[in-house]
């Protein structure tokens, strides 16, 4: 079973930035996809980032396209979201996720994810 551990998470003024961290446990991080999702009150689980395994590839939702950037560090098992220029609607419970399937093109869906994090509350105030 593969822990993941997120944190950086809190509250912040619109136009703001916070930079989230995911720690995953296990001597294979470098052979997962890793991926940030998020879910407001009321909606559906909606996909944020992803990042392939060594890091060479990113994807992005339109929504976050030029304010949110994905990073990894293989040595330190660990996956970021650096979130910059906040939005009140960018305000959700924040997921990183691991997709262990080689299989997978661009991991863009909840489904291609084994591994989940707890999750880590993101609030931006208006």
């Known amino acids: 079973q593969v822990q993941l551990v997120e944190s950086g998470g809190g509250l912040v003024q619109a136009g703001g930035s916070l930079r989230l961290s995911c720690a995953a446990s296990?001597?294979?991080?470098?052979?997962?996809?890793m991926g940030w999702f998020r879910q407001a009150p009321g909606k559906e689980r909606e996909f944020v980032a992803s990042?392939?395994?060594?890091?060479?590839?990113?994807y992005y939702a339109d929504s976050v396209k030029g304010r949110f950037t994905i990073s990894r560090d293989n040595a330190k098992n660990t996956v970021y979201l650096q979130m910059n220029s906040l939005k009140p609607q960018d305000t959700a419970v924040y997921y990183c996720?691991?997709?262990?399937?080689?299989?997978?093109?661009?991991?863009?869906?909840?489904?291609?994810?084994?591994?989940w994090g707890q999750g880590t509350q993101v609030t931006v105030s208006s």
């Open positions: 996720a691991a997709d262990p399937n080689t299989a997978h093109a661009m991991s863009l869906m909840t489904f291609d994810y084994d591994y």
């Open positions: 296990g001597r294979t991080f470098s052979s997962y996809t």
């Open positions: 990042i392939s395994r060594r890091g060479g590839t990113t």
